[in-house]
């Protein structure tokens, strides 16, 4: 799992984002300066906050092991290549009190929110 240390960091320094994007990747990618998930946040020289915290899971790790703390209240859309994998991530991300969840994919779309039933919509 990558990208979530800078969004933690820029949440201590005071960063409020809405959301956050939590996207399984199939291997270890190729990253430039742009599209590392440590680089799509930063701090502009006014202060100003730019970019939208992104953290990349491997289809590989276990669901349960990881450690998503940093997305309390946050909304937290789940990029999944299939729904199997999209609600073992939605299950630990539940766990840490986001906003809503919101998990989707070329099998479909499900869409959670605290003490509501699950909204699935097939592809």
């Known amino acids: ?3 979530h240390q800078s969004l933690f960091d820029a949440r201590m320094a005071g960063f409020q984002p809405a959301d956050v994007w939590l996207t399984c ?3 270890e990618q190729a990253y430039g300066s742009f599209t590392h998930p440590e680089k799509q946040i930063g701090r502009m020289v006014n202060g100003r906050w730019v ?3 992104e953290i990349h899971v491997g289809d590989d790790e276990n669901a349960m092991a990881l450690d998503l703390r940093v997305c309390v ?3 937290v859309h789940i990029l999944a290549p299939n729904r199997r994998r999209a609600l073992q991530l939605m299950r630990q991300v539940s766990e840490c009190d986001p906003a809503k969840v919101i998990a989707s994919g070329p099998w479909g779309l499900v869409i959670w929110h605290p003490a509501q039933e699950t ?3 097939p592809a």
């Open 119 to 121: 909204q699935e919509y």
């Open 51 to 53: 970019g939208f915290p």
């Open 25 to 27: 990747m199939p291997e």
């Open 73 to 75: 209240g946050l909304t």
């Open 1 to 3: 799992m990558i990208g």
